[in-house]
């Protein structure tokens, strides 16, 4: 059975959910922000910590980058800044990744899983997660939006961990993906929007580039991007020098998109720079509400009612261990 329990984090209430093999630190007046996830089996932190600042509860209608960014938060009901585009909250300004990830949040144990839920400040919604533990190294991550209103709402979820990476990681999609380009430094992978293959494409210098290689520092090549409809429910980083990977599965009709976003430094533009890879399962593309709501891709859920999904984490180390959760790797 998990374990739960309060602790202080730096002075700020926390609480740690974990059982034998798997640790996790998670701050509920902070967006419920996971702070550390951490494998016992190999002594190894999977998540990315920022260097030069320190955890503190945001405003709400901030800026996300002007505090840390560390860790895993929730980005709904959108990630990019936007007014809501329709009736009845037309006009209404959605914050910077959403509400939910500046927002305090509830919880409660049940059964041992860990429930915790927020409200809107301008929208009327709920938004729950509930993360339980099994004793094989895999997280179920489940989430509920419940619609407080008669009018449906238009919405975009993304997961939003930051996960600690070496040059040699790299992001395993299934085959037939290809991939959609929301930002590149410089403009590098051509234009907003623009489509290309996963994983080698070429660069708008003419270079051949591996998508899926985060590769060294500094390169100037940052780059957010989003999967095409995914044809199989798994998304996967691993790095195979110490084998570690992190690997997300589902079913692809209730999260039919991934986003992939490398950090080689150069961001965010105040402090230390990051050295990190952001692997995103989301329902929607891409990361403006308005945009994705012109073109389709958003989720919606309806007056009075809500809409669920479930996402599971399989965390481990060996390449065997892994290809047992999303196939041959050679075959990606």
Not at 28 to 55: F, H, M, N
Not at 159 to 166: S, V
Not at 179 to 204: F, M, Q
Not at 286 to 292: C, E, I, S
């Amino acid at each position: 059975m998990p374990r739960l329990c309060k602790i202080d984090y730096l002075g700020m209430p926390g609480l740690l959910y974990e059982n034998d093999v798997l640790s996790i630190t998670i701050l509920p007046q902070i967006g419920a922000k996971v702070i550390s996830l951490y494998s016992k089996a190999d002594g190894y932190e999977l998540l990315w910590r920022q260097p030069d600042r320190t955890v503190q509860p945001p405003e709400y209608d901030s800026v996300f980058t002007d505090y840390d960014i560390s860790g895993w938060d929730e980005c709904f009901p959108t990630i990019y800044p936007v007014n809501y585009p329709e009736p009845p909250w037309r006009g209404a300004a959605v914050p910077d990744h959403g509400e939910v990830w500046a927002l305090p949040w509830h919880w409660e144990q049940q059964n041992g899983a860990l429930v915790m839920w927020t409200y809107s400040v301008r929208f009327a919604y709920r938004f729950q997660r509930t993360f339980t533990l099994a004793e094989d190294n895999t997280l179920t991550i489940s989430y509920q939006v419940t619609n407080l209103s008669p009018f449906a709402l238009k919405a975009l979820w993304s997961m939003h961990p930051f996960f600690k990476a070496t040059p040699q990681s790299r992001v395993l999609l299934p085959p037939q993906t290809s991939i959609r380009v929301e930002a590149s430094d410089n403009g590098h992978l051509g234009a907003y929007l623009s489509e290309h293959p996963w994983p080698l494409t070429v660069d708008t210098c003419g270079q051949t580039t591996d998508l899926s290689l985060l590769g060294r520092p500094r390169q100037g090549t940052n780059s957010k991007l989003f999967s095409t409809r995914l044809f199989a429910g798994w998304a996967a980083l691993y790095e195979p020098q110490e084998e570690h990977y992190a690997a997300f599965t589902f079913d692809p009709a209730e999260v039919p998109y991934v986003g992939v976003c490398t950090l080689r430094g150069g961001w965010p533009e105040r402090g230390a720079e990051a050295f990190t890879l952001i692997l995103e399962p989301c329902k929607g593309w891409p990361d403006r509400l308005d945009t994705a709501v012109a073109q389709g891709d958003y989720f919606s859920v309806p007056g009075e009612g809500r809409c669920q999904w479930q996402v599971k984490l399989h965390l481990g180390k060996g390449q065997p261990n892994l290809e047992r959760i999303i196939g041959p790797i050679t075959a990606q």
